[in-house]
């Protein structure tokens, strides 16, 4: 079931189970892992709730089901407003056209970049650019130009009335199967930079050719736009304490990826 992330505004996860990651750590597991166990990687999905409703990103076609029926369980009857994709891909627009089958009455918004997608019918949404707000009444979105991304077709999102920032693909990590729909301050023998290592060599992995400078500059400039209340990565763990700190802590990850570079796919 989905799990109210802060205030008016829910999160809803899907999790995929990774042998792959059992196998490398079955010799020398990290702190976070307990042998045997079962790994996850999620995709996340985010209803945020005022007097109109968005909901940011859809899940992949792997769950179609659970995103509609869970969708349908939160509006309790209330229209869906606003659907909004992140990027093109098939974990954060996968699931368009059903749910727009079962919300015509909702407004396709992507990322001004988005005309030649129309594998996810993005040509026919609205376009919007960073800057550009939605006053959902009693919830205020802004995009917002990501600092890191995976694709060019591109938008995080602010809520600035719960002070959420959406992350969309930075700041991805890896998750125990007892931890779904877990907030980091809920996670035991945590080790968050071991775990974003494990996905952001994989899908950001990009990262061993930046310059550190420019990447904690662009860190703190975030920060002080921002000043998150809460963090939602759209394939990780949500966080709602020490936020700052947080993010800051993408900088050890960097380095690390530095070090080591791109980790294959393991998922």
């Not at 995929?16 to 995709?43: M, Q």
């Not at 809520?159 to 980091?184: A, I, P, Q, S």
């Not at 904690?216 to 975030?222: K, N, V, Y």
Request: proline fraction near 6%; charged fraction near 25%; hydrophobic fraction near 35%.
């Amino acid at each position: 079931m989905p799990r109210e992330l802060a205030d008016g505004i829910f999160w809803i996860q899907e999790c995929y189970d990774s042998p792959a990651l059992r196998e490398k750590y079955s010799d020398d597991p990290p702190d976070w892992y307990n042998s045997g166990e079962k790994i996850h990687v999620c995709d996340n999905a985010f209803l945020i709730c005022g007097n109109q409703t968005l909901l940011f990103d859809t899940l992949s076609p792997h769950s179609t089901n659970q995103i509609l029926d869970e969708l349908d369980s939160l509006l309790d009857g209330q229209d869906l407003d606003y659907l909004v994709i992140s990027h093109p891909e098939n974990p954060h627009a996968g699931n368009t056209f059903p749910i727009l089958e079962e919300h015509p009455g909702a407004e396709l918004i992507a990322p001004e970049f988005g005309s030649k997608h129309g594998m996810y019918h993005l040509e026919d949404a609205t376009k919007v650019a960073p800057g550009e707000t939605i006053d959902l009444g009693g919830k205020i979105i802004e995009f917002v130009e990501p600092t890191f991304l995976d694709h060019r077709v591109h938008t995080w999102l602010a809520e600035h009335v719960t002070e959420t920032l959406f992350t969309v693909d930075w700041l991805g990590d890896v998750h125990m199967e007892k931890n779904c729909l877990d907030f980091l301050d809920e996670l035991d023998n945590d080790d968050p930079v071991s775990r974003q290592v494990e996905f952001h060599s994989r899908a950001l992995f990009w990262f061993q050719y930046v310059d550190e400078t420019k990447t904690r500059q662009a860190i703190e400039s975030l920060i002080d736009v921002e000043q998150p209340n809460v963090v939602a990565p759209a394939h990780g763990v949500p966080v709602r304490e020490e936020t700052e700190e947080y993010l800051r802590l993408n900088n050890a990850v960097i380095d690390r990826i530095i070090e080591q570079g791109r980790i294959m796919s393991a998922y």
